[in-house]
């Protein structure tokens, strides 16, 4: 590990210079802890930027990898191993892709299940090494999946008030229930659910009048819930369902409202900055209005429930009325309350002048202060000094500051932190990045366009990534998307979760300065605690740093005698000699193999001899957990139907599946002579002969991190639909039909054996050969009446050799790298059958990682599609010494 880190000591920018006066023992044990923490504990990063944030079902999203490393956060040179998950509408892992980094930069994407659930996607990204700074520090981003074969029930609901008493929270509510056409669903019945969680609040069913409209008052208990959602579902038929899910907007007795003064203190006297910020238990924001009361001073909140006052305290204690314009209601609080005696702070960050001014006022003994300013760790100034005549000035040069979030702390003496107050710096001498267009924006036209990167007006080499798209499809949304700049110098170094963080980085204006220092008054820092500096204690590292694909597992006694383990030598074989490594164990059987290169799933060979037991050992590899199974589902307040993407959808998607399947061998005329054992046993097993539809856990990339079978199912074949509720499980598969008593749910087989639903959920993935679902009447009838509503089998591994050792021997299959696909670009300088087909792309070209050369130059090419009158070009990118770049343009 230690060889690991000097690589990034390396490639770390020197630190900036430190003013530090005194010697004294406080400011040198400072010091020295983020020297140290510097060197020894550097803090991994990751962002992905994304082709775009709205996709359909059954899409590819494309993403570029981004891993910095240390406070400079350049491009890590520490992990090569970066873990992507998807998480569908209700927060389940959906798919898990490993990534492979080269200079803290890889690629990937995910195939959106084609049917699966619409809703807000979450996708997170990390490494090892992050997991012992906290999962905080992991990458989260969201996208929204629609279902473009769908539009038969797009229900819009709106709250003509929200009432709280007794304990009870009482909704009045409208609903319009229209298709995508507009046509409103006249006469039909939907039912509606309010839950938290797994925990059913009210459900009830409503016929809709002839304008398909509804007017309805429910009530759930008064409860700070982490989610609520409304559950709205429409029978289609008999047989099938379609729900959608929207948040379910909390009372304003239940939001969190926090007035905060600057720097954490005001006292009698002295004028203070008081910010607030109000947000549901779900973490979205309250907008509200408020007065302080006996005073003159109004407020309300910015689209981030965020905002601030001035006041100078002349009695202890302040009450603020607030209430929600939306609603109605009304709330009282009590501000913090006023010091009689003790300091204040205030930060004046004047845009024109070259230092940052910290007024700290008020009184304090012993008057021996010590001010901090710090950001990730890199102390930029450090000083000590005491009040004169009530009073402390000091400028930090900006001259010494770094981009992101600073933090300037006041101490006394002893070390106790007094006064804190983050400081935003914004990016200091960015990439600037020049694009020119070549070729016009006519269907099937060729488009060049040339990048030049520059810094302080000279040519810089970059990696970027860079997306093209069709603004008519793909527009409005991408403004409020995650940014490179707004998760590597915001959200990735705050607590808590901040609302359209890249709002704070369309422009410099002065109000979008200072809502972004309404943040800054308003979040916590979570890197450092000021006991443990003073402590000298660091964070416990329990997962080290990953160069490659890592191999764990135990050795045991065979025989179970009581000779045990000596120790000995194991050797791993990858695939048919893609790698072969040795390693040694110990007396407790423990081994692994680090830092193996290879994609895809391989087949591994490891044979190992103990030095007491020789070849009568069990080899058996531990097969890695998912870090998340799952995440707190995230739900919109309105459904999101974007018209003309969805316009699009089937073009789009016959498209996909006609460049798709040009790997696809064509095996007319070939005969098979022989089968595999397995296939043999596989068919000898099936007594009922193969479904209409057979998945196969092995092809469904990451099915280790799936909890269940049924999350095999979900969203993986046409016309079935998987809904799990803790131990509920309800299947419903379209177009087979329900007999007299048998229910509406399937049959469910284990290893031809008829069981309960609730039996498979007990049944673990990775025991799992296959899994059948018969949909035809015409091969469902061999079931008889039991299989009116179709049949679910699932086949379990026969353990023929799978993962079981022989004389010291195990052969077994583990995950490498994932393969990333290569996007699509057509040539339309000559013709052929794939050209034939209606363009209509939403993603016209994507390229994950782009490089400038020595001269800061880059050139790409690529055809228009048959629609794209205006092209949306978004490009970010970072270099060597981790100076940060986005550029986005529109083509026309």
Known sequence: MKKQLLLLILFLISCSSVKLYGQEALPQKIQSYFDTYQKEYPVEKAYLHLDKNTYTLGEEVWFSAYLTAGSNQIPSPLSATLYVDLFDGDGLLLEQKIVRLEKGRGKGDFELPSFGKPGIYQIKAYTAWMRNFGDTYFFTGSIQVVDGAGGSFLPKIT?????????????????VV???????????????????????????????????????????????????????????????????????????????????????????????????????????????????????ITFSSNFGGLGKFEITPDRAEYQAKIRNPATGQERSFNLPKVDSEGLVLQVINNPAASYVTAFVQGTYEPNSLLLISQTR?????????????????????????????????????????????????????????????????SPREKISINLKSTATGNAVAGSFSVAVLDAQQTGAEMD???????????????????????????????????????????????????????AGSFQKVEHFIERGINIEGTITDQEQTKKGLGGGKITALVGEGIEIVSSEFGPNGRFIFRDLEYLDSA??????????????????????????????????????????????????????????????????????????????????????????????????????????????????????QVFVSGLSVSVTIRGVGSLGGAGTQPLYLLDNAPVEASTLLNISPRDIANVDVFKDPAK???????????????????????????????????????????????????????????????????????????????????????LAKKQLVIIEGITSDGRLARLVRILE
């Open 178 to 296: 229209v298709d995508s056409e507009g046509n409103s669903l006249a006469g039909k019945t939907i039912e509606i659910k309010a839950k938290a969680g797994e925990e059913q609040l009210y459900s009830q069913k409503f016929p809709l009048n002839a304008q398909g409209e509804l007017s309805f008052t429910f009530s759930i208990p008064e409860k700070a819930n982490p989610n609520q959602i409304l559950e709205l579902t429409y029978f289609e038929n008999e047989t099938y369902e379609v729900t959608q899910k929207l948040s379910l907007p909390y009372s304003l007795s239940l939001a969190d409202i926090q007035f905060l003064p600057e720097g954490g203190q005001w006292i009698m006297g002295k004028k203070a900055n008081m910010a607030f910020r109000a947000i549901y238990p779900n973490g979205m924001p309250v907008s509200l209005e408020g007065e302080v009361s006996g005073t003159e």
């Open 603 to 720: 087949k591994v060979t490891i044979t190992a001899e103990d030095s007491r037991l020789k070849n009568f050992i069990d080899i058996e590899v531990i097969r890695p957990e998912a870090v998340f199974n799952e995440v707190a589902g995230k739900y919109p307040k309105e459904i999101i139907w974007p018209a003309e993407l969805v316009a699009t959808y089937r073009e789009r998607n016959m498209m996909r599946q006609l460049n798709s399947d040009q790997d696809i061998i064509d095996l007319q005329g070939v005969t098979v002579e022989a089968k595999t054992i397995e296939r043999e046993e596989e068919e000898i097993k099936k007594i009922y002969g193969a479904g209409d539809v057979t998945l196969d856990p092995s092809k469904i990339p990451s099915s280790v991190g799936f909890t269940n079978v049924f999350q095999l199912i979900q969203g993986r074949v046409s016309g079935v």
């Open 780 to 866: 469902t009838a061999i079931f008889g009446a039991q299989g009116a509503n179709g049949v679910i089998a699932i086949y379990t591994k026969t353990g023929s050799g799978f993962g079981r050792s022989v004389g010291g021997t195990l052969v077994t299959n583990y995950g490498g790298y994932s393969v990333p696909k290569e996007f699509y670009l057509p040539k339309y300088d000559t013709k052929t059958v794939e050209n034939s087909v209606k363009d209509a792309r939403a993603t016209i070209y994507w390229n994950p990682i782009l490089s400038t050369d020595e001269n800061g130059q880059a050139k790409v090419e690529f055809f228009n599609s048959d």
């Open 159 to 175: 709250y003509s008030g929200i009432e709280s008493t007794g304990g009870k929270v009482t909704y009045r509510a409208d609903l």
């Open 480 to 534: 409020l998307a995650e940014t490179i700049f707004s998760n590597l110098l915001l959200t990735s170094d705050l607590k808590g979760s901040i609302y359209q963080p890249a709002r704070y980085f369309l422009d410099s204006k002065p109000e979008t300065l200072e809502d972004l220092d309404l943040v800054m008054l308003t979040h916590g820092w979570r890197r450092f605690n000021w006991e443990d500096v003073l």
């Open 377 to 441: 760790g890199i102390i930029n100034y450090m000083i000590q000094g005491s009040l004169a005549n009530g009073v402390w000035g000091v400028r930090i040069p900006k001259e010494n500051l770094i981009s992101g979030i600073n933090h300037i702390t006041v101490m006394d003496s002893k070390g106790n932190a007094l006064l804190e107050r983050l400081l935003f710096v914004q990016p200091i001498n960015p990439i600037q990045l020049e694009l020119t267009k070549s070729g016009n924006l």
